[in-house]
Nanobody, 127 residues
Framework: QVQLVESGGGLVQSGGSLRLSCAVS????????VGWFRQAPGKGREGVSC????????NYSDFLKGRFTITSDNAKNTVFLQMNSLKPEDTAVYYC????????????????????WGQGTQVTVSS
């Protein structure tokens, strides 16, 4: 059974850091693409950062300006999102998503390209 379970969210002050984890079960990451998306109150879901764990290729949204880093531990079948220099506008529910088989060299990071989703983890950044 395919499952994506996010963890690591919480409340942090502006300028702080959090590390989100996405534990994947039901398929191996080697041929997959995995992405982090977020949805702020009253807004649509947007792509944050995505990775193709098989070769480590990544894709980041422009608004991040180098503050976030996506990595994977393929042995543990887990993808991480290290978030530094957090701002109040980063407050959102963060979702992990995956497509188990992705054969293109491009790293997908659009919501409609992903077919498996986790339940989300809340990140709140106070000013």
């Amino acid at each position: 059974q395919v499952q994506l379970v996010e963890s690591g969210g919480g409340l942090v002050q502006s300028g702080g850091s959090l590390r989100l984890s996405c534990a994947v079960s039901g398929f191996r990451l080697n041929y997959a693409a995995v992405g982090w998306f977020r949805q702020a109150p009253g807004k649509g879901r947007e792509g944050v950062s995505c990775i193709r764990p098989g070769d480590g290729s990544t894709n980041y949204s422009d608004f991040l300006k180098g503050r976030f880093t996506i990595t994977s531990d393929n042995a543990k079948n887990t993808v991480f999102l290290q978030m530094n220099s957090l701002k109040p506008e980063d407050t959102a529910v963060y979702y992990c998503a995956a497509v188990p088989r992705w054969y293109s060299v491009r790293v997908p990071c659009r919501e409609n390209e992903y077919i498996r989703w986790g339940q989300g983890t809340q990140v709140t950044v106070s000013s």
